[in-house]
């Protein structure tokens, strides 16, 4: 029973550690032709959960309202996003990790598109959103342009100026003398004040989206792709394993680990327990028990009957390497195994007599006090005792 537990734990966590490897490599075939692209040098890197449609299959590398274009009718070199009810966003930037993108007007009029903004049906959210209120005002009033900045690309400078306004106050200042043209909620890229009086309106909008969730896959290095090509089920491909370790095998890792060294330490307790006789006085310690427990904790115990005493390391033949190259024994030699450097000349080298493997004398002077035998092939000289010790 004792033996067959940590046996059954080691298998079951070779399942747990090994499976998701399997299926990985099995999924990866199908998403390797999904390379991540670009529209043009500058443009964000697109790839999963977006996708270029001209680039790349449709149904395997992108989820469904990810859809981009490049747009190069123009000289600009835009990646567009197409969402439904409107015409296409450019995206300026796009961060996989914490699964945001940043959009504006492709012809530089953000205001204008913010009037008739309905996200409703694309995948996308704002983080933060802000009411403004839009006025259309007389240019007649002409001091309303030293207080709010007007949305140039939405006046008219010989007619009329709007302005958008965030502000209950200026809100109230401007319906008593500019109509209102519409209040719409802005997808904002961090919570402005009531102390802002009128905006531009030109700042890249935030925005956000759930799903598919690859946001963790991504801060994690890995990949996000589909798991096959029939289901809209995704997986996480490629994470670095020094990076992260997932969930799942963390918990099998500690599983593994813990399991088994608690079961040696319930071991060694119950050995130890077994071998203390519990007397009706108390506890006393058999005299075997003492011995056996001191060569168990203390490995140096046995290395003195180990080592080579000084004059038998005295004897051993040593050799002055000279100015012009190498003669020892061994030709092919040229590296000391312990201190693994080369020998230069003058260095002196000590051979062991039986197997003739070279080292330095320093290196081998500190080695044998603790080991008798050859740190190479680890034959011991014929004489000792600790030889058959070994072999016994
Ligand atoms: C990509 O999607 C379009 C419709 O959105 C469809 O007509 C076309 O067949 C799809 N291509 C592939 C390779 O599935
Ligand atoms: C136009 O866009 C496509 C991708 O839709 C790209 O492959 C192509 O290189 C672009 N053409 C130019 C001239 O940039
Ligand atoms: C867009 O790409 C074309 C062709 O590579 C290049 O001549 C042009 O300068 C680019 N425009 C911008 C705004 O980068
Ligand atoms: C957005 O579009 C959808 C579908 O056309 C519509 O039902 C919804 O009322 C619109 N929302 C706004 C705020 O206009
Ligand atoms: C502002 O009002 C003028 C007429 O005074 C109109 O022509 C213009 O389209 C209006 N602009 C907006 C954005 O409502
Ligand atoms: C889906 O993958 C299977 C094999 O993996 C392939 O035979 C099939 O053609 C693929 N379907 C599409 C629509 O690409």
């Known amino acids: 029973m004792n033996i067959l537990n940590p046996i059954l734990i080691i298998l079951i966590c070779f399942h747990f550690l090994f499976n998701p490897h399997q299926t990985q490599t099995l999924a990866q075939s199908s998403t390797e032709t999904c390379l991540d692209t670009i529209c043009h040098t500058n443009q964000p890197l697109i790839r999963f959960p977006f996708y270029i449609e001209t680039k790349q299959p449709n149904n395997t590398c992108g989820y469904p309202g990810f859809k981009l274009l490049c ?3 123009t000289e600009k070199n835009q990646t567009l996003v197409n969402l439904p009810y409107m015409e296409e ?10 699964q945001e993108l940043f959009v504006n007007d492709p012809n530089n009029c953000l205001a ?13 959210h704002a983080v933060y959103y802000q009411q403004f209120t839009f006025f259309n005002c007389s240019v007649h009033f002409k001091y309303l342009t030293s207080l709010y900045k007007p949305i140039l690309c939405l006046s008219d ?16 200042h401007l319906s008593s003398v500019c109509d209102m043209v519409d209040t719409v909620n802005v997808p904002v890229q961090s919570p402005f004040y009531d102390h802002v009086l009128s905006s531009e309106l030109n700042d890249d909008l935030r925005l956000s989206w759930n799903s598919p969730p690859c946001g963790r896959c991504e801060s ?6 589909f798991q096959d090509n029939s289901t809209f089920e995704i997986a996480c491909y490629n994470v670095p394993p020094t990076q992260g370790i997932s969930h799942g095998a963390s918990y099998a890792i500690a599983i593994c680990f813990g399991v088994p060294t608690l079961l040696c330490f319930i071991s060694l307790l119950s050995w130890i327990c077994s071998k203390f006789r519990f007397g009706i006085h108390g506890w006393t310690l058999a005299r075997e028990t003492v011995e056996d427990f001191e060569s168990l904790i203390d490995p140096q115990h046995d290395t003195n009957i180990l080592g080579l005493d000084k004059p038998t390391i005295e004897s051993y033949p040593k050799i002055v390497i000279g100015d012009d190259g190498i003669y020892l024994p061994r030709p092919n030699d040229k590296t000391c195994s312990i201190c693994l450097s080369e020998y230069m000349p003058k260095e002196t080298v000590k051979t062991m007599p039986d197997c003739e493997h070279c080292f330095h004398a320093q290196c081998i002077d500190e080695w044998l006090p603790l080991n008798a ?20």
């Open 373 to 392: 035998s050859c740190p190479i092939c680890r034959t011991s000289p014929p004489w000792l005792p600790s030889q058959n010790l070994a072999q016994s």
């Open 157 to 172: 400078s010989s007619k009329y100026n709007v302005f958008a306004t965030p502000s209950r106050t200026v809100v109230l």
């Open 71 to 73: 747009n190069n009718k």
């Open 112 to 124: 204008k598109r913010l009037l008739s903004l309905n996200l409703s049906a694309s995948p996308f």
């Open 89 to 98: 966003l450019n995206i300026q930037k796009i961060n996989y990790a914490t």
């Open 220 to 225: 994690h290095g890995g990949r996000c792709g």
